[in-house]
């Protein structure tokens, strides 16, 4: 896994990031540990290098060259309208209360908005365009009134341009259209406003609208528990989908509440760093599809610093390193089935490293997690879930935990390597556990506990796996055959 991080700082986004005397920090760093190391030495030195270079970025990556803009179009106007009626196009019932928050927050209680319809404006002509529509719309602190994209909109915000959204007036940003980030910077500026200290600009991308963002920087954003203030949000609603998924590529996300897809199909997060998030960096709720590779969360608040919800179907988490997180790494629930977490560190969990509730057909193979201070990786009523080449070290509680399955369930772990935790494995009503090449030489001194601890003997005669064992509650399997919830794992 950490050949992987290697390659990513040297030739991934991370090498954008550590620029100048951090790149010399990381290859220092680099030099003096070894590719596999998971002490926590290694760890520590290689978390303080990244939250280093990180901490100097203040902007996007500079590069010598950027995607092009799409053109703009002479049609393309900016007009005024009222804020109300984007607010009555993304009412949820449960976020009336954040809906009245953005209404007191506007200045001097007023309802003023623009509106960007007709085609596409790069950001410069639209805040050129909103001094002359409205004399007030910008000051000091940035854009002063809530921006529309409508859906025949899209806005560019190209290299080195800056939308700056003035918290103290109640500005944000409501995209029907496209909204395209290429090399720019969208944040929120300013003291909060007196008649509403909670609110903070956001930038929601709601019916049909696309979000597509590369090398992006995204700050201070957020405010609320509902999906749509949330920071940077992409809210799907209506009868017709987006005509192309929304994408955040190599891009930095500071101080934002979270970034969130509700109901999105096949959004991409890739490349991306995420650092000083108020609530959980990351939430996928009822997105189909969803794919986050290649990036780095360096801590982050909320009951997981990426949570998987609300039936989201066929995640795939794939080389990315989670530090500090604030409760667990990763939580899987609500039904959201077909996840798959690939080559992935969660380190120094508060909680778990991963938590899966209730989703099925989850596959974990590659991954690390070191030091959580409860379990490693928990997994409640998953079925059909395969462990897959991963390593649980130094966890609090056990290494893995199986629990709240039929008998006739099965659970598939090879090739996995358990390392002073606790215990290595421990179950509650796990099903069966298919165990296969798992190495449990260094777990001394408790290998198995709960309902299978019972059945340690057999486990202690062959401490490397080389012969295949089944392990059920009791030591009895079950006399009705087991069942296959998922397809199989390749390799069975």
């Excluded at 921006?147 to 944000?172: M, V």
């Excluded at 101080?255 to 991409?268: C, E, I, K, Q, Y």
């Excluded at 959201?336 to 380190?347: E, M, N, P, Q, R």
Aim: net charge neutral.
């Amino acid at each position: 896994m950490f050949s992987g991080l290697l390659r990513r700082l040297a030739f991934g986004p991370l090498g954008a990031v550590l620029a100048g005397l951090a790149v010399m920090a990381v290859a220092q760093t680099a030099a003096a540990t070894q590719p596999d190391d998971l002490t926590e030495a290694g760890l520590e030195a290689r978390y303080h290098a990244l939250a280093t270079a990180t901490a100097a970025r203040t902007g996007p990556a500079q590069r010598p060259a950027t995607p092009a803009l799409p053109p703009t179009d002479p049609q393309a106007r900016l007009t005024p309208t009222d804020i109300r009626i984007p607010l009555l196009a993304m009412a949820r019932a449960s976020e009336a209360r954040s809906q009245a928050t953005i209404l007191a927050a506007q200045a001097s209680g007023g309802t003023r908005a623009l509106s960007l319809s007709g085609g596409a404006m790069r950001l410069s002509d639209v805040l050129t365009a909103a001094d002359q529509t409205l004399p007030d719309a910008t000051g000091p602190h940035g854009l002063r009134l809530p921006l529309i994209i409508e859906q025949d909109a899209a806005l560019l915000i190209g290299p080195t341009q800056k939308l700056d959204l003035d918290r103290s007036a109640g500005a944000f940003v409501a995209n029907f259209g496209t909204l395209t980030v290429t090399g720019g910077s969208i944040r929120s500026q300013g003291p909060a406003p007196v008649s509403a200290p909670d609110f903070a600009p956001f930038v929601v991308t709601t019916g049909q609208g696309i979000l597509a963002a590369e090398n992006a920087y995204f700050e201070g954003l957020g405010f609320g528990h509902g999906p749509s203030f949330a920071g940077v949000s992409v809210v799907a609603k209506g009868l017709y989908r987006p005509a192309t998924p929304s994408i955040l590529r190599d891009t930095l996300v500071r101080n934002v509440r979270s970034l969130t897809f509700v109901g999105a199909g096949a959004p991409l997060v890739s490349g991306t760093i995420f650092t000083q998030m108020r609530g959980p960096s990351v939430i996928l709720q009822g997105t189909q599809d969803a794919r986050i590779e290649n990036s780095v969360f360096l801590g982050g608040s909320g009951r997981g610093t990426l949570q998987i919800t609300g039936a989201a179907q066929g995640t795939l988490i794939t080389g990315s390193d989670i530090y500090l997180p604030h409760q667990s790494g990763i939580t899987i629930e609500s039904g959201s089935h077909g996840t798959t977490l690939h080559d992935t560190l969660v380190w120094r969990a508060h909680h778990h490293g991963v938590l899966s509730d209730a989703s099925d057909c989850l596959t974990l193979r590659g991954l690390r997690v070191v030091a959580a201070r409860h379990g490693g990786a928990v997994l409640r009523g998953s079925r059909g879930a395969a462990v897959i080449d991963s390593d649980f070290v130094a966890s609090g509680h056990a290494g893995l935990m199986v629990a709240d399955l039929p008998g006739t369930a099965e659970t598939r772990i090879e090739g996995n390597r358990f390392q002073g935790n606790r215990s290595g494995l421990e179950t509650a009503a796990p099903g069966h556990l298919l165990l296969i090449g798992n190495d449990f030489s260094d777990q001394f001194p408790r290998f198995l506990d709960g309902d299978v601890e019972a059945q340690t003997p057999r486990l202690l005669r062959d401490l490397r796996g080389a012969a295949p064992i089944t392990l059920a509650a009791g030591g009895r399997a079950q006399a009705a055959p087991l069942t296959r919830a998922c397809a199989p794992v390749e390799g069975q």
